[in-house]
């Protein structure tokens, strides 16, 4: 099936338009899911859904279980992913953010760029390769929550797919692969004092005590480098102490923003700033994890022999929640995302449905 060069193509194309009519705001996709998975069995396909979450399995026994039973056939499995979800519009928009409009070769309009073109590539690219045989089990999902590394998104779907051996989440990236993404840890970090009157000696002034942590976070150097990804990044985003100008405060709140590098695991982060700090530390989640696949894996070997650019990431994706290899790449550019008049070129889509199959068709690992 030459999805590229056929009516195939305008259909997803299509596709992708009338789910742009459609608000799918995170945690709110249940009517583009509908309408996902309506046109995939208008289709003749097989979709599963799980809450706002949508995929195809390659493996005809999948269609007939709830859950598949890893092994089967000593086959690998590959996760072709996007997600559905979109931020709200960014303030600034001169155009209906809700409705498509092709002009000069783009289309405009919310989640085009993020992530409608990958959603689009990745489905059209499943299509051509399940058309002929693989040496792996091939799964393309559509997942929600996304944009808020919800619970009820990729994770969801995990329990229902078994082992997977190879992840490539669909991002804007200009079809360059990113091997490394690094990940996220908010704490909640208290200095604790307290109260006098501050016109005299008394109390324990709890900003204080802070300001040697706070010098701590933004001097210190963990010691592992990744080469995608650089160090550790630290940063104090928020403070807050006092109730009045008289009184010594006794509590110093301040919030940090970790970025993992793939070197470390977030638990392991979390302790060694726990140790190194005299405040109290709280995580308000360990969850979104840098990711770090191995530069000798065969997926990056083949990114490097066809000449796709490779790089680490520094924003986000389904990358942090996925516990298995994955790598990052897909249409579009990320610098449009979250941006008014968001747009994505036709062309861009139709090149990386290219890249995708030419990546994956005849994959080993």
């Known amino acids: 099936m030459e999805i590229v060069d056929s009516k195939y193509f305008d259909e997803i194309v299509s596709l992708l338009a009338d789910m742009v009519r459609i608000p799918s705001f995170s945690r709110e996709e249940g009517p583009v899911a509908d309408l996902v998975e309506r046109w995939l069995s208008e289709h003749g396909l097989a979709p599963h859904r799980v809450g706002n979450n949508v995929w195809l399995d390659s493996d005809d026994s999948a269609a007939s ?167 550790v990044k630290m940063s104090v985003t928020q403070i807050n102490a006092g109730t009045q100008h008289n009184i010594v405060p006794d509590l110093c709140t301040f919030v940090v923003d970790v970025r993992s590098n793939g070197m470390y695991s977030n638990p392991e982060l979390l302790a060694l700033i726990k140790s190194s700090v005299s405040c109290t530390v709280r995580e308000r989640s360990t969850r979104l994890g840098s990711s770090h696949i191995e530069p000798g894996h065969p997926i990056v070997r083949r990114a490097e022999s066809m000449g796709i650019p490779i790089f680490g990431s520094s924003t986000t994706s389904n990358q942090t929640l996925s516990h298995f290899p994955t790598v990052k790449m897909g249409p579009g550019d990320s610098a449009r995302s979250h941006t008014a008049d968001e747009y994505i070129y036709i062309e861009e889509i139709r090149q990386g449905i290219m890249g995708y199959v030419a990546l994956l068709d005849g994959f080993e690992f």
Not at 67 to 91: K, M, S, W
Request: overall charge negative.
């Open 65 to 231: 279980h709830d859950v598949y039973v890893t092994g089967e056939g000593g086959r690998r499995t590959i996760l072709l992913n996007a997600h559905i979800d979109t931020v709200r519009p960014a303030g600034g928009y001169t155009r209906d953010p809700f409705t498509p409009v092709i002009d000069d070769g783009k289309m405009y309009g919310l989640g085009t760029n993020d992530d409608g073109a990958s959603f689009a590539a990745t489905l059209a690219a499943y299509l051509i390769l399940v058309s002929k045989p693989q040496e792996y089990r091939l799964i393309w999902s559509a997942t929600a929550e996304e944009e808020v590394c919800g619970k009820g998104g990729i994770e969801a779907a995990f329990p229902f797919w078994g082992d997977i051996d190879l992840g490539i989440i669909g991002e804007p990236t200009g079809m360059a692969m990113a091997v490394a993404e690094k990940g996220l840890m908010v704490l909640d970090c208290i200095a604790e004092g307290k109260s006098g009157h501050a016109a005299r000696e008394e109390g324990i002034n709890a900003i204080y005590k802070a300001i040697p942590d706070i010098e701590w976070f933004r001097t210190y150097r963990f010691p592992k480098l990744s080469p995608y990804l650089g160090e």
